[in-house]
């Protein structure tokens, strides 16, 4: 009787741990399994969900303005596999937009620097909506049927395609330009709100390089007076 008990318990202790092994196997495996069932079937999200945590990664130090524009934009160029991209910045005496940085996806000369006065509907319908424009948007939406054709012409620009804003704080602080991909397929839903996933995380970081930025020029133009002040005397 002992025997029968003392078998039947050592049977059950190791099937108990022959499930645990399996379960501690089992849980990596199947984890690596999902990771490549995602990669195969689920290619484009896969890879946009990397480009986001890398993307975070990227800028969550970066102060230089140059640097920063260049994490921002190389990645949507070859990722997307986007023409061009240009980051838009309010000129401090003016606040109109200009494109201040270009990536592109060949050695082509760039496509001509837009310019977005600050009065413009386009710009005022960015900072209030917080939304991607397409190009097709500006025809259908009743804001712009008034539209100067000075104005629309930031949209017959062969650099762009679509418009991300920018916004920190409410603040329209920049635009995103993004032209059109290599394939010349539309943007896709998931492919928008990626750009815009991207325009939102950037935003504390391109207020904080600007911010920097515009106070080394402040020091390079108080060094300049001082030292003109000192050789007219």
Request: with cysteine.
């Amino acid at each position: 009787m002992f025997l029968h008990d003392w078998a039947g318990y050592s049977s059950l202790a190791l099937a108990a741990g022959f499930a645990i092994l399996m379960a501690v196997l089992f849980n990596p495996l199947r984890n690596f399994l999902q990771k490549g069932i995602d990669r195969i079937f689920f290619r484009e999200t896969y890879d946009y969900r990397q480009m986001l945590l890398n993307f975070s990664d990227r800028i969550s130090n970066v102060l230089d303005l140059g640097e920063l524009a260049q994490s921002i934009l190389d990645p949507i160029v070859k990722a997307l596999h986007v023409k061009q991209a240009a980051l838009l910045f309010p000129r401090i005496e003016s606040g109109n937009f200009t494109t201040q940085f270009v990536q592109q996806a060949t050695t082509e000369k760039p496509s001509t620097k837009l310019r977005l006065t600050n009065d413009n509907p386009i710009v005022t319908w960015l900072a209030t909506e917080g939304k991607a424009l397409r190009r097709e948007l500006i025809d259908i939406i009743p804001q712009f049927k008034s539209l100067w054709e000075a104005e629309r012409v930031v949209f017959k620009a062969p650099g762009v395609e679509l418009l991300c804003p920018i916004r920190s704080k409410g603040k329209l602080i920049g635009i995103l330009a993004v032209g059109k991909k290599q394939s010349d397929s539309p943007y896709s839903d998931e492919e928008v709100d990626l750009l815009m996933t991207i325009a939102n995380e950037a935003a504390v970081a391109i207020e904080n390089a600007r911010m920097l930025d515009s106070l080394k020029n402040e020091q390079s133009r108080a060094r300049q007076f001082l030292a003109q002040a000192i050789q007219a005397q």
